[in-house]
């Protein structure tokens, strides 16, 4: 009589299939990286990024208010500095793109989305770096973090309702706690970019944010093969007060959110890479990869791998499908 089991059964119709899903992909997971430039007056096209640019003032306001629309759960917003120094001082400056911009942003929006803000150096250092280099041109861990500290609270104030410190300098988390709490910013989340990789998969979006990195990051970034180390991260952004942890990149790091999903007690996050986006964009052009399929696929498995928040420069157009 074999086969006795047939789960063929359950996959039977789209209703089906529908009714016995494990994986759920909703708009309100996703979350749209955006990057808004000084001192351009029309928005410019990325060109390893087909689809995305860097807005202006005003057209970040209607893709913004459009992505909300859509329904997508959040944005995390990037400044381009038309000026850069060693320290990236712009990024302190109420008057800084980045800040600027957020004040547009929850002007327009209110509450009506969650305002993020990615608190790091690098777009804003004359030399790439997330942080402040001592003397010798290494970057200066502690001196890092009073400027990540005065930065957190410069955005805050502009208006975002998440800090997102992605510079994986030691003790952030914490500092960055202290900073807001300090200031009567404690109903201020933290997104902690926890287990942060110093991946090959970062090439387009160092073309986004006009980068002026030499080098590499690895001095701080973490290592591709430890998953370990990712761990006692997160464990450590944890005990320093993090409302929501992230991996980054995702595709190349599922086993990673994995791992962070079965320990951790507050949402998990995973970035949906340029790199990871600029490689389904260039095969679907070339007509190698069905587009709208490939791109639903990938997302849905890194929810599938445990994130419940998912960065992603598809995530207006993905809610228009899923919806």
Known sequence: MFPEHRPRRLRTTPAMRRLVGETTLRPRQLILPMFVAEGIDAPRPISSMPGVVQHTRDTLRKAAVDAVNAGVGGLMLFGVPAQRDAEGSGAVDENGI??????????????????????????????????????????????????????????????????????MMDGQVGVIRRALDEVGHSDKAILAYSAKYASAFYG????????????????????????????????????????????????????????????????????????????????????????????????????????????????????????
């Open 204 to 323: 387009p979006f160092r073309e986004a944010v006009d980068s002026q990195l030499k080098g590499d990051r690895k001095t701080y970034q973490q290592d591709l093969g430890n998953a370990r180390e990712a761990l006692r991260e997160i464990e450590l952004d944890l005990g320093e007060g993090a409302d929501m942890i992230m991996v980054k990149p995702a595709l190349s790091y599922l086993d990673v959110i994995k791992a962070a999903a079965d320990i951790s007690p507050v949402p998990v996050a995973a970035y949906n890479i340029s790199g990871e986006y600029a490689m389904v964009e260039a095969a679907a052009a070339n007509g190698w990869l069905e587009r709208e399929r490939t791109i639903l696929e990938v997302l849905t498995s890194i929810r599938r791998a445990g994130a419940d928040l998912i960065l992603t420069y598809w995530a207006t157009e993905a809610a228009a499908w899923l919806d």
């Open 98 to 167: 980045l800040n600027v911009a957020l004040r547009d942003l929850r002007q327009e929006l209110g509450d009506a989305t969650v305002l993020m803000a990615d608190t790091c150096l690098d777009e804003f250092t004359d030399h790439g770096h997330c942080g402040v280099l001592d003397a010798d041109g290494a970057v200066d861990n502690d001196a890092t973090l009073r400027v990540y500290a005065e930065m957190a609270v410069a955005q805050a104030e502009a208006g975002a309702h998440v800090l997102g410190p992605s510079g």
